[in-house]
């Protein structure tokens, strides 16, 4: 598996890093917002003052107590969902192989040292847990799609009946001059004016296509696209997606598993877009497709480790963090139950 797609596929390493990080961030910038003032560290009546706010001192002693008020319940959350994937899901030659794969690109990509710096703050210790890193990131992945698969009719099946999600590649053929004209509707046309060279390329295209060459092959040698290392690939997409050109996303949107566009021209030049495909399992593979089920239901991401951790007998003892887990996974799920409620009652109307 490429390197590249390994880490798209595992998102949860930017997803964790990123919560970590921002929580870091945001306890800085109240500090400068503040006007914090380091002080050289003293004792004072029994306690060591380390920085003042706007003349007030403040001890070692209340400052780790505001670290721990601030992030003792995200850090335990993570612990707790390291446990329980780490119990709950089975450790394969495929997750080690990634695994070490992952760790290994990550060494040579940034060195031992700043590697260990990463790692200790996600709160490990070594360079050399980039590797038991991976395999948590993998089994925490595992353990939410197999919940999925587990929840087809109730999640699955309607989040891909109101969505449409697929995957899609396309090529890309630029066109340097393309002029554009609006109907009194505030339609859009573009219109093409390619030079020889270009529209030789796009022939080149559209035989290759017609003789049955695989479009990844096709698009790695012709598109003019960035994507065309990755044969062409753009991942998922669904009909709530405005990355793309309307154009471009209006014909995504009418393909289905392994359909291939025609031609259509935007702003860019030619694009011939294909549907990679709509299947589920397929669609699981994929980072961005997991999220957006996610964004609708969050309960999808938490329940199964709750549902795993009961089954497991492994608990939070420390009352207070279980209880703020609880109230923020209630915050987190709290849309998703208002939807459900009023879905119900427009059913009984």
């Not at 002080?39 to 706007?54: D, F, V």
């Not at 993570?78 to 192989?97: G, H, L, Q, Y």
Request: with cysteine.
């Amino acid at each position: 598996m490429d390197t590249k797609e390994i880490f798209k596929k595992f998102w949860f390493v930017g997803l964790i890093a990123v919560l970590f990080v921002c929580f870091i961030i945001v306890y800085i910038v109240q500090m400068i917002q503040n006007q914090p003032v380091v002080k050289e560290p003293k004792e004072e009546n029994g306690q060591y003052l380390i920085y003042s706010i706007n003349g007030e001192n403040y001890t070692a002693d209340e400052f780790y107590q505001d670290l721990y008020d601030d992030y003792a319940t995200t850090v335990a959350y993570n612990r707790f969902d390291k446990e329980v994937c780490e119990k709950a899901i089975a450790t394969t030659d495929e997750m080690k192989n990634i695994a070490a794969s992952n760790a290994a690109y990550l060494l040579e990509q940034y060195g031992e040292e700043e590697l260990k710096a990463q790692m200790q703050s996600l709160g490990y210790d070594e360079a050399d847990d980039a590797y038991d890193y991976y395999i948590y990131i993998q089994k925490s992945l595992q353990l939410r799609t197999d919940y999925l698969k587990e929840h087809t009719e109730d999640i699955l099946n309607p989040f891909i009946e109101e969505n449409h999600p697929k995957l899609i590649s396309h090529i890309l053929i630029k066109v340097a001059d393309v002029s554009e004209t609006t109907d009194d509707d505030g339609n859009v046309t573009y219109t093409a004016n390619p030079t020889d060279e270009e529209k030789q390329k796009l022939d080149d295209v559209l035989n290759a296509l017609e003789n049955g060459e695989d479009f990844a092959s096709v698009a790695m040698e012709y598109s003019d696209d960035s994507s065309a290392s990755q044969g062409g690939y753009l991942g998922y997409f669904d009909d709530n997606n405005s990355t793309y050109v309307e154009v471009f996303a209006d014909t995504a949107k009418t393909l289905s598993g392994n359909q291939t566009s025609e031609v259509i021209t935007s702003e860019y030049g030619y694009h011939i877009i294909y549907c990679n495909s709509d299947n589920i399992d397929d669609l699981l593979t994929e980072t961005d497709f997991v999220n957006a089920i996610f964004a609708d239901y969050p309960s999808a991401y938490y329940d199964p480790l709750t549902q795993a951790a009961k089954e497991l007998g492994i608990n939070i003892d420390d009352e207070t963090i279980a209880k703020n887990i609880e109230d923020d996974i209630a915050k987190a799920t709290a849309s998703e139950n208002t939807d459900s409620e009023q879905e119900t009652e427009s059913e009984a109307e």
